[in-house]
């Protein structure tokens, strides 16, 4: 897969961003904090995915309940209340290009972290309005990405800051499971 282009709306930092990646092969961010790196990963993962995994790692860990919120941390702060959040992508895979959009309507924004109320939708034109709900996504991603896309995503295509010794700081049994995985070995 190669990604093409990416359009963020109403997403954490971004009122309107377009990154275009089709004049490289290899895409690295690299800058100080606070200027979006991150951001732009976690809409790629989301439009993709349907999910920001180091989120739900953190509602499950950290989150227990108790506190309510009323703002959204992933509705860009200075954003209309009617506008919704828009992560657009257009990439290649198997020399078919897809043009996806994946949307949280403005009515569904609330202050928990639901990764439910983004649907995604296929689209013929980048910059068209046109674009068609897919109902069952995961059948559809599958069938684009191979049936381990989610749990693939993060360890195939992000390094974290914090997590750059990850492979090492496991176990034997650890390391060889997670490159048994990334090789798809039966036995190692």
Known sequence: MKINKVRIRNFKVFKDFLVDFSSSDTIVFDGPNGFGKTTIYDAIELALTGNIRRYDAMKRDLLDGRQTYTENPFFYENAAKEESISIQIQFTSNEKIFILERIAQ???????????IYKLYSKTKFDDAERTLIEDEHSF????????????????????????????????????????HLFDLKEF
């Open 106 to 116: 403005s009515d569904l924004i609330g202050g928990l972290i639901d990764f439910k």
């Open 141 to 180: 991603l599958t069938e684009i990405f191979g049936k381990n896309y989610s749990s693939n995503f993060q360890f195939l295509n992000y390094v974290e800051q914090e997590e750059c010794l990850f492979l090492l700081k496991n176990s034997d049994k650890g390391r060889k499971q997670h490159i048994a």
